[in-house]
Every structure is written in C-alpha cells, then in structure tokens.
C-alpha cells in the first residue's frame, strides 16, 4: 500500500457538527485529555442538528394518534412524515414498503423473525457466519437453520451462498445477511445477494445496522430482481440518541397475521371474543410512540443527507485507508479480515480495524489506550463471538471448556471503528499510543497467545 492510493482530503471540518467530541477524560496520571471515540461501532455521538432539533420541538410534544388537541395532532403529523423521510434516504418503494418504526435493530429483526415464523415455521433460513448476535439468534428457535460460509479473511462466499439456495431447491425462504460486518469492516454485495436469492423463490433482509451510518444505500424497486425485501437499522449508530430503530419491508407481509406484540394502538376494534388489527405498520407499533426518537432520527437523516452519503464513505474510506497505511508497518500487531491493498479493496468496507497486539489480552490493549491516551476502542468479541471465533480459529476443545467455565478469560480482538467526525490527527495520537504500547508489551504478564 502507498500513500497516492489514499490522498487525504481534509474537506470540511466534520467535529463542528458533534456535540461532546471536547469532553475531557481522566488518565492514569490524574490529568486529563481530550477524549478520542473510535467506537462508533458501538453507538455514535450525537449531531448538534440533532439536539437543536429536540429542543426546537419538545414544546409541541404531544401524544401519537391519542388526541384531537393540537399538540396531538402536529405530533402525529410529524411522526408519519417520518416515515416517507426514511424511506426515501434508503430508497425504499412507496408504493409497497411500509416503515415500522421500533427500539433498535436488534428488536426490528426479532419481530421479523417473529412475524416470518406465523407463516414458515418449517421453513430454512440461510444466515451467515459473520452476523452479529441480532441476526442469529432471533432464527435459530424458530426456523431450520443454515449458515453461509466465510474465507480465511471473513468474507462472505458467494459461491456457497448459491450451492446452499440449489441444494434445498426453493426450501429456502429467506437470506438474512448483514450489510456490513462490525467485526471485520467487509461489506456484502446486498444486491448480488438479493438477485440470487429471488431467483430461488427467498426474501432478503439486510441488518443495515453498521451499513446505513457508513454509506448509501438503495433498497430499489419492489418489481427489480435486486429490491431489497427487509431491512433493518438502529438511529444510536447514526449520530441519533433517544432509542428508535427501523425494520422495513412489504407492507402485503405485514398486513398478514397478527402482530407479535399486541396492545395500545395495534387494534381497530375489540370485543370479548374478536379483535380487527389496524393496517400496517400501526399494528406493529404497540404502546406509546417514541416521538422523540423519530425526531431525532429524521434531523439526522437530514444533515447526512445535506452532507452525501457518498462523501460520508469517501470520508471515512480515506480515514480507513490512512490509519492501515500506518498501522501494517508497526511490529507486534495482527490483523484480521486482510489488509486493504488498493482502492478497490478498500471500498469493499467500511472503517472498522480489528486486530490483537502479540502477548498482551485484548482487555489489557483496550484499558491501556483508554487510560494513556483517553482513546476509547472496544474489545470482545463484539456480539458476533462465532464470527470472532472463527477468525481466531478457536478449537471446539477450547469453547467447550469456556462453556464449561464461563469466568475464563474470553477470547476476543481490539476493534476501531470510525466516524464521520474522526480525523487523521486522532489516527497519529492513537498509532503514537499504540506504539508505546508495543514497545512495552513484554511488560504484560496476562496473555501468552494472541486473543488470550
């Protein structure tokens, strides 16, 4: 890799659109330091639009579909607005989609799971190796389950994905496969996956979790043999606090059965014995609306939108780019997912870097850049320990015995994932920190094997 492969362009002063990337944390001295957030992976800062957004309404906060006052009424204008507003950053179709909105991703791909289930119980279900935790275990209870494979560096196998959908031979009625991996970074081809699927006689779903903050994407026509039939995404990792998510899909599947949970709002009309559902998506949106998080979600789909998704991935590619050009000339680390050689490469990603440091435990890693230089990472194995274990190439000898003793010490990696508002300048301090790190690691008494 050489510099020219990834000029860095400081456009426009990003941070200035955040609010708390000034916050001072403590170090292990007792002083204290700027802190630096390369755990946007986890949940994201929030934009000041955001904020301002929330302070701007909250006088005309009122109840959703509750009320005849105005407060009411602007308020449930506002939160279905929202909808054609998320519909249209993901290029969703208006004419067959419908937007539920909910807490998280998490929860969008349990209640599709749980919706899926009413109608193929008996049903396969391919997933992959490399999901995290909300795109696996949601399946696993309610459908026969089947995983895609992934090679030596984590990537999906597009060739495995098709001698799966032929072996089962129109058995298989959904792929549920994440957009981008929050372990190693690699973005799936969701519109290949998509084409092969259908042909096949299955849906697709998308956990756009890590995919949607991080680049465009375009959910195409319900009629195009690339249309994305689910997807799923959280606002926390988008630069929107307050707790919404959104699962999209056909409003006809939707319409189908009853919701899986029921109470305020999911229903038309109830007697003793009877109950008619409202439409979709309202039956799927039980309780009290979370007005709030919709407001934040929709200021932040606005200013991503003003700023370009396009220019977002360029942003966060360059950023990627620079800190591996760094990063693979310095002793004692080891990387996983591969190294981005070239541009082509580097625009299958987006800014995640998992690695271990030779002979010290991934915790140790994560506390030391936290306490000597206030850089926040994440370590673990991120909520997608098959994944992780597999890259780790953890013996089934091994998990057993962690099953069997839970206190042991867990295998795991370091992980920075980067955001919109990191800089290069970040990059240097934690590749400066690092560094000592390095050139101490001897030092550690905890670990004698990389993940240990």
């Known amino acids: 890799m050489n510099f020219r492969f990834f000029p860095f362009t400081q456009r426009m002063n990003y941070g200035q659109l955040f609010l708390g990337l000034d916050t001072q944390v403590p170090l292990a001295t007792g002083s204290s330091i700027t802190g630096i957030n390369f755990d946007n992976g986890a949940t994201t800062p929030p934009f000041r639009s955001v904020m301002e957004e929330i302070n701007r ?14 407060k009411s009424v602007v308020s449930s204008q506002i939160y279905e607005q929202a909808r054609t507003e998320v519909l249209k950053f993901v290029g969703g179709d208006p004419r067959t989609d419908v937007v539920i909105f909910v807490k998280n991703a998490s929860e969008a791909l349990n209640k599709l799971a749980n919706r899926f289930y009413q109608k193929h119980k ?24 089947d995983y895609i494979e992934v090679d030596e560096q984590g990537r999906l196998r597009m060739d495995d994905l098709l001698a799966k959908l032929e072996r089962y031979q129109g058995a298989v009625k959904l792929v549920t496969v994440s957009g ?22 299955a849906k697709i779903c998308v956990d756009g979790a890590q995919l949607v903050p991080h680049a465009p994407v375009d959910m195409r026509p319900s009629h195009s043999p690339e249309h994305i039939d689910f997807l799923a995404f959280s606002a926390h990792k988008m630069y929107a606090p307050f707790g919404i998510g959104v699962l999209i899909g056909p409003r006809a599947f939707f319409e189908q059965g009853a919701p899986d949970y029921t109470g305020g709002g999911t229903a038309q009309l109830v007697t003793p014995d009877r109950i008619l559902w409202e439409d979709a998506p309202h039956k799927e949106e039980a309780g009290t609306p979370n007005l709030m998080g919709v407001v934040a979600l929709v200021a932040a789909i606005r200013t ?17 780019g620079y800190a591996y050009e760094r990063l693979r000339w310095m002793d004692g680390l080891v990387f996983y997912g591969g190294i981005p050689l070239n541009q082509q490469q580097l625009s299958q990603r ?21 306490r000597e230089g206030g850089i926040a990472v994440r ?74």
């Open 57 to 70: 309404f909250a006088p005309m906060y009122g109840s959703v579909h509750r009320g005849a006052g105005y």
């Open 122 to 145: 008996r049903d396969v279900v391919l997933t992959t190796w490399m999901e995290h935790h909300s795109n696996l275990l949601p399946w696993r209870e309610k459908f026969s389950i």
């Open 180 to 201: 981008a991996s929050n372990v190693t970074g690699h973005r799936n081809p969701i519109h290949k996956i998509a084409e092969l699927a259908h042909r096949y006689g």
């Open 304 to 320: 991503l939108s003003a700023l370009g998704m396009k220019k977002v991935l360029q942003h966060e590619e360059e950023l990627l």
């Open 350 to 370: 987006i800014g995640v870097i998992p690695f271990n440091v030779e002979g010290l435990f991934h915790e140790d890693v994560a506390e030391l850049l936290a």
């Open 379 to 452: 370590n673990g194995c991120f909520c997608a320990q098959p994944y992780v274990q597999r890259l780790l190439h953890i013996s089934k000898q091994e998990l057993d015995q962690h099953m069997a003793n839970p206190s042991l010490p867990h295998p795991g990696m370091v992980r920075v994932s980067l955001g919109l508002y990191n800089t290069k300048e970040e990059i240097d301090t934690f590749i400066d920190i690092l560094g000592r790190i390095v050139s101490a690691r001897s030092r550690s008494l905890r670990s004698v094997r990389v993940g240990y």
